[in-house]
């Protein structure tokens, strides 16, 4: 007997966190399962659709990657003020990434959006030989906080569909 997705959700999702610390990568990896060394020429990676199977509901993910404009600090609260879920993503290897990423969950706090579930990422576990943020240093400071945390490396894959998948099922609570 096929039983039937019981339901559909979409499920919007934005990308956070300072350039240069693999957001469009994680993006890439989990909607295709490949890694580009250099992403950045690749047109259309702003917007990304992936449906995934969480229990008996199909969740559409809609990831929307800053592509660039976090660099000019000039993200507007518009990027992520109907979103569902939020990554925050650091990269293991650069404690400023951290640093910024604290940031970004306060600026995310203040815009009050109660209903939002918030993964704080360290990307590049394979870069583990020039790791700057520990797993405790992190693990504690999201203790205080309710949000997720994992580490990940979009280079290898590991943990990213994770991820990804512990957002969908916190964020649908039907599942
Ligand atoms: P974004 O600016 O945050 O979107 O970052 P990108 O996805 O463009 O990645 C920035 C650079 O980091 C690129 O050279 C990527 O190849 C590299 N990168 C991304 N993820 C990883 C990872 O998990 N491990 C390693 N070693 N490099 C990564």
Request: glycine share 6%; aromatic share 8%; net charge neutral.
């Amino acid at each position: 007997m096929v039983l039937e997705p019981k339901e559909e959700v979409r499920l919007r999702l934005v990308l956070l966190g300072d350039t240069v610390v693999g957001k469009s990568s994680l993006a890439l990896r989990f909607v295709q399962n490949t890694f580009v060394d250099s992403l950045k020429n690749i047109p259309g990676a702003a917007f990304l659709t992936k449906d995934i199977c969480v229990g008996r509901t199909l969740i559409r993910f809609e990831i929307w990657d800053t592509v660039g404009q976090e660099r000019f600090n000039s993200l507007t609260p518009m990027y992520y003020r109907n979103a569902q879920a939020a990554i925050i993503v650091y990269d293991i290897s650069n404690k400023e990434t951290f640093d910024r990423a604290k940031r970004w969950l306060h600026e995310l706090w203040q815009q009050k959006q109660p209903d939002i579930v918030i993964a704080l990422v360290g990307n590049k576990t394979d870069l583990c030989n020039t790791r700057a943020v520990s797993n405790e240093e992190a693990g504690e400071y999201v203790r205080e906080q309710n949000i997720l945390f994992m580490e990940v490396s979009a280079k290898t894959g590991t943990n990213v569909r994770e991820i990804f998948t512990e957002l969908g099922k916190k964020t649908n609570v039907t599942i």
